[in-house]
């Protein structure tokens, strides 16, 4: 037994207090006595009075004396050693990289996932080793997880054992630990339990604890694994080529079944033996266009998470505009500074078009341009035919064109918040009039004169549509110095809908995505692989004060993934994205020295060295043992007697 604290002992002179009262107390009885008696009873008073003749038979006194007692024990905290609780607080650290969701053979067992043979080993440690402890588990991701802190009910730690999840990213190894080593470092009852396979990728040795560690490594054996280590596909002058390197991570020649995608459609496949240890590269050439190509090792080996890889499409960077016109430098000027590839196409004057309705004589272009501008009325051709569906699936800006106008005088244009509006006032533009026009069902008025709208967009089937109702030569706009912002923003926003690719990207971390002005959600949505097959639900994206975060977290489970962008009108940005496992994950090697120098393997026994446990970690005698306060038994014998006490102050002074 042991003494938590001695500033407790200061509440004993309450016991020499109490029994001061009782001796200076004075105790006389009113009673009528014979004259020749009293010098007889004065003798007897005397010997009444005299200080051990008060203690006797005071049963109040003594219960007094004992609770008083009772109570300066416990305020020095008292305490006794007891075996097999284990300590009062038990860290769990758990290793959730990516290797832990390797398929391992312990001796003797069937086979299975080592995450799920961690937690039955940490379910039997508390079970066993820390049954009367506080626990706290920490899992490792990107940074530290503190899944449960201080926890008192088993069976919640159990259920936050069960949750734990295999972390695909870069791990945080030495941060886990560091917080682990805090969390414990005033404590002079607690434990550190690191619960791994033994793929430890971090240095362990320069953290120090002033709590014991313990150190217990899965007791499974070494498979093999076929990973893929690179894969990515080019344009060439022959066509499109993949390229693939596959490594071989066993001790024994292995056969590799590989098939390659395009689209979700198997293409190519092949087979080739791998040595122990070896890398081999596979080329694929004369692929047919796709827009995502998939690599996959058929079979399963001991890690999946490295058996898919995804490569995108180079997509062409420069838009294609079709610029219908009867001839306008400005616009045509304006649209080739925004580096888009303008193809020219010359409309008659009016009046000269002698088949006006005749849309076989004007062929559409051979390759979908990326938009469609038309200055001034639009051809009669584009109204039927294979023009109008080049239309219906092509974005479209047109300017100005023919119809009843409004006069606006030149009125200050009124802006509404839109992405074609941004940088822009119109301060200082001149606009006599706009086209009286009934708004088409799609349309939105984004800058409007005296309540007239200059200037309109929106969404019809899916594609972007933005309409000038006003024509260019009948302003001074062309001259302004915005005019170029404004034909730079429009084009931007009209060729902005395909969206791009972002590559490859190691799970968890963070990158940069282009977020429209007009978004009003965004999230992460599972397309395929590992995290399709896992059932990975929609992720929402970051948000901050500003709304939409740019910098986004990539999903932590592997797969193919599209961050998906909606604005108000429903309108969606797709942008593809692969999520890759970190690649040191797959590289098994020897069991990290550096962790298990820091403590102990529990099967074994074996004591954690000196130089990593603080002077200030209990003596050896009771490294096993655990303090159980006496505090609650104290203070319960305390109200006993208490209650006692009542009940003979209740029988009467004659007690």
């Not at 940490?122 to 506080?134: L, T």
């Not at 802190?149 to 999840?165: P, T, V």
Request: charged share 20%.
């Amino acid at each position: 037994m042991g003494i938590g604290s001695w500033l407790g002992l200061w509440f004993g002179l309450s016991i020499p207090a109490i029994l001061a009262m009782y001796l200076l107390k004075r105790k006389f009885l009113d009673t009528k006595v014979p004259s020749h008696l009293l010098w007889q009873r004065v003798l007897k008073n005397l010997e009444a009075n005299r200080p051990w003749q008060k203690l006797q038979n005071r049963l109040l006194l003594w219960l007094q004396l004992l609770a008083a007692a009772l109570l300066v024990f416990a305020l020095m905290k008292p305490y006794l050693w007891s075996s097999g609780g284990g300590k009062e607080h038990v860290v769990l650290v758990a290793d959730t990289s990516g290797s832990m969701s390797a398929v391992s053979m312990p001796s003797g067992q069937p086979s299975q996932e080592r995450l799920e043979q961690l937690k039955q080993e940490m379910k039997d440690y508390i079970k066993q080793e820390a049954k009367n402890s506080d626990v706290t588990l920490l899992s490792m991701n990107a940074e530290p997880n503190v899944v449960i802190s201080r926890e008192k009910d088993h069976g919640r730690a159990n259920e936050a054992i069960d949750s734990l999840q295999a972390y695909f990213g870069k791990a945080s190894y030495n941060e886990t630990l560091s917080l682990a080593s805090a969390l414990t470092r005033d404590e002079s009852d607690a434990e550190v339990v690191v619960f791994t396979d033994g793929q430890w990728k971090g240095d362990p040795s320069s953290i120090l604890f002033q709590a014991p560690v313990k150190v217990v490594t899965l007791d499974s054996e070494a498979g093999f694994n076929l990973g893929l280590q690179q894969f990515g596909v080019k344009d060439e002058s022959s066509g499109k080529t993949a390229v693939a390197v596959v490594k071989n991570s066993s001790k024994a020649a292995k056969q590799a079944e590989f098939n390659l995608y395009g689209d979700g459609k198997l293409i190519k496949t092949s087979s080739a033996e791998i040595k122990p240890g070896a890398s081999l590269t596979l080329t694929f050439r004369d692929l047919p266009a796709a827009e995502v190509y998939r690599a996959e090792l058929e079979g399963s080996d001991d890690y999946q998470a490295d058996n898919e890889a995804y490569a995108f499409s180079q997509h062409n960077e420069t838009p294609r505009i079709l610029l219908m016109t009867q001839g306008n430098l400005f616009l045509e000027k304006g649209l080739q500074l925004t580096g888009a590839e303008v193809v020219k196409m010359a409309l008659p004057q009016e009046g000269i078009d002698a088949n006006p309705g005749d849309a076989s004589g004007t062929a559409v272009p051979e390759k979908q341009p990326d938009l469609i501008v038309i200055d001034g009325a639009a051809p009669a051709f584009t109204a039927q035919g294979e023009w109008k569906k080049l239309l219906d699936r092509t974005p479209v800006w047109t300017l100005g064109g023919g119809g009843n106008k409004v006069n606006v005088n030149g009125g200050q244009p009124r802006l509404a918040n839109h992405p074609v509006n941004r940088y822009v006032s119109y301060n200082g533009v001149y606009i006599g009039s706009v086209l009286d026009r009934k708004l088409p069902d799609w349309a939105t008025p984004i800058v409007s004169i005296e309540n007239h709208p200059a200037i309109i967009a929106g969404t019809e089937k899916g594609e972007q549509r933005l309409s000038f109702l006003f024509n260019l030569q009948e302003t001074d706009f062309p001259l302004s110095s915005e005019f170029p912002i404004v034909v730079h923003e429009a084009v931007s926003w009209l060729t902005e809908s395909g969206g791009k690719s972002l590559g490859r990207l190691t799970a968890g971390t963070r990158v940069e995505i282009p977020i429209a002005a007009d978004t009003v959600s965004a999230h992460w949505v599972a397309k395929d692989g590992m995290a399709r097959e896992m059932k990975v639900q929609n992720l929402e994206a970051e948000t901050g004060e500003k709304g939409i975060n740019a910098l986004q977290q990539v999903p932590p489970v592997p797969g193919l993934y599209a961050f998906e962008q909606r604005n108000s009108a429903g309108k969606k940005l797709e942008y593809l994205a692969e999520s890759a496992a970190d690649p040191y994950e797959a590289q098994w090697g020897e069991a990290n020295a550096k962790l298990a120098a820091i403590g102990q393997i529990a099967k074994d026994g074996k004591e954690t060295p000196a130089t990593t446990v603080s002077d200030s970690v209990p003596a050896k005698s009771h490294s096993d043992e655990r303090q159980v306060s006496l505090i609650t038994l104290l203070a319960s014998l305390a109200l006993l007697i208490i209650l006692v006490e009542w009940g003979v102050y209740q029988r009467g002074r004659s007690i």
